[in-house]
């Protein structure tokens, strides 16, 4: 009898504690937002499921799919919540480029989850720093002296030698009738190629250190996408995702581009050479608009690195596998190619400007499959957009993949054709940008600063792959599903083809 009262006393008391938890819970998440509805309208919201609201969306495996089918549904823009916290969904070139227009300024910060120390989405980094003066003066520092075209021009040669080494090493499997990891080859050539332009010759052997951690840090990466939407609700319940990991990577980036910075510092007569070289001279100005650390030269690379690197090379993969199952277009581009580079020298990238297919397969390739394909980012203050009203710190995320894939606007939108850019003028092509009908790499003033860089790194690595081999692969096609849970869109399934190749050693 007295087992059985403590057993019902047991349960009574957890009914109780339930009762106190639901009425929390209740108040925690539903008051708020009862509140925020009585004074504004917010733009229309889907089902969503009691307490987490829309989570289970956000959590999906191809979260930019799940988004698109939503929006599809429902309507471009949308008002979704965690728990009670608010993100609005953008799926269409119109109201992504009312804001863009409207409210560029308020929606210019990421507001991602930033670690206190880390060098790696840390608070000295560039790509989550608010937009504020360090941002400003970083960013102008980029179009002008790291990025612009003038320090393009000048690593030229570098990513000449490294285009050299990536044609060897193919020809060389190429000779062994070996299969080749295409996007494993792609990684490697604009890992190789970023060292040298963001750290120059001086620290080769810390370059093949920095190319590993780059390598480590893609899964990463994918769970602080994901921290930077989930951002508020983890902040209110005190959680601190992945910390101990993130610091892990930083530390090993900083031990490295510490000591690349030091060797730097010292062989200071020769300036202005690499990327680093021209950070030291901004540290060392007293006169800068900002005075940057030694903690932001290193945070900006890592930014850079990240930024750069699979975003290309997932691209370049992408292209080599629509190409190998779209035996028509291959033989197009490469007749163009054969016309104007010829079979007796190497492919490079002064011939870019000459190839109008090539651009044409480029552009539908990030059309077709965007590197990254959701833009996040935090609305400051409250404000109107299409009618709505959407409150200050809602998060704001842009779905490219939808917009570039939007039949409304493209015609044929599932299907890879990259005549629909090649019958369009140049003049076109820049209105299509300005309507946000084509964001590849976001727009506003925090859109992509390396898409000049990116363009060169992908054409010549196409260019060459084209130019000089046959790609044969054991399937019958390419298996073209994209990878879950992924930030960059990348393949479900590597490419491995054997090159043949087509023309005599071209750098003999
Ligand atoms: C195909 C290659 C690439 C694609 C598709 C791409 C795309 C993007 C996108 C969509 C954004 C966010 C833009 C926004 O919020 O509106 C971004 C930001 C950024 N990208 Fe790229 N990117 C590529 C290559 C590169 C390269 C090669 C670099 C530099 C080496 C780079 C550096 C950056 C940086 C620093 C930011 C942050 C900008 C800021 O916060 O102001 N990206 N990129």
């Not at 019902?8 to 819970?25: A, K």
């Not at 779905?399 to 409304?408: E, K, L, T, V």
Request: one cysteine or more.
């Amino acid at each position: 009898m007295a087992a059985m009262m403590i057993v019902d006393f047991q349960n009574y008391f957890i009914f109780i504690l339930l009762c106190i938890f639901s009425v929390l819970c209740y108040h925690l998440f539903f008051m708020k937002q009862k509140e925020s509805k009585l004074s504004f309208d917010l733009p229309p919201s889907p089902p969503s499921l009691p307490i987490i609201g829309h989570l289970h969306i956000i959590l999906s495996l191809l979260i930019h799919k799940s988004l698109q089918k939503l929006s599809s549904k429902y309507g471009p823009l949308l008002h979704l919540r965690i728990f009670s916290f608010p993100i609005v969904l953008v799926s269409s070139a119109s109201v992504a480029e009312e804001i863009f227009k409207a409210q560029d300024v308020n929606v210019s910060s990421r507001s991602l989850p930033t670690s206190e120390g880390s060098l790696y989405f840390g608070s000295s980094s560039f790509i989550t720093a608010p937009h504020g003066d360090y941002w400003k003066f970083m960013k102008k520092l980029i179009t002008t002296k790291l990025l612009g075209p003038h320090p393009l021009e000048r690593s030229r040669g570098i990513r000449a030698d490294e285009v050299k080494l990536f044609y060897s090493n193919l020809l060389d499997k190429a000779m062994k009738k070996e299969r080749v990891n295409i996007g494993e080859e792609a990684m490697k050539l604009t890992n190789n190629s970023m060292c040298k332009i963001l750290m120059g010759k001086v620290c080769v052997e810390d370059a093949e250190r920095v190319r590993g951690l780059v390598a480590k840090t893609d899964s990463l990466t994918k769970k602080i996408f994901l921290a930077s939407i989930l951002r508020r609700p983890l902040e209110k319940f005190g959680i601190s995702l992945f910390k101990k990991e993130l610091m892990g990577v930083s530390n090993r980036f900083d031990e490295v581009l510490e000591r690349c910075l030091v060797e730097h510092e010292k062989k200071q007569e020769e300036k202005g050479v690499d990327v680093m070289d021209v950070l030291i001279e901004a540290y060392r100005d007293e006169n800068a608009e900002f005075k940057i650390t030694r903690n932001h030269i290193k945070a900006l690379l890592v930014d850079l690195f990240i930024a750069g690197s699979e975003t290309t090379s997932n691209i370049i993969e992408w292209t080599m596998a629509e190409l190998i199952n779209n035996p028509k277009i291959l033989e197009k581009l490469r007749g163009e190619i054969d016309l104007v580079v010829g079979k007796t020298r190497l492919f490079q990238e002064t011939d870019l400007p000459n190839l109008p297919y090539l651009q044409a397969v480029l552009k539908e390739v990030m059309r077709f499959h965007p590197p990254v394909p959701l833009v996040v980012r935090t609305f400051q203050e409250g404000c109107e957009v299409n009618g709505f009203y959407i409150p200050e710190k809602t998060t704001l995320v842009v779905n490219g993949y939808a917009i570039m894939r939007d039949p409304d606007v493209w015609e044929y939108s599932e299907e890879f054709k990259p005549e629909r850019f090649l019958a369009s003028s140049q003049e076109e092509d820049k209105i299509r940008e300005t309507v946000l009908k084509y964001i590849p790499f976001g727009s506003g003033r925090r859109g992509c600063p390396g898409s000049n860089l990116a363009h060169l790194f992908i054409g010549t690595a196409v260019g060459v792959m084209v130019q000089c081999f046959d790609w044969r692969i054991e399937e019958e096609r390419v298996n073209m599903d994209e990878a879950a849970g992924a930030v960059s869109l990348s393949m479900a399934h590597r490419v491995h083809a054997t090159p043949v190749t087509r023309n005599r050693d071209l750098l003999t």
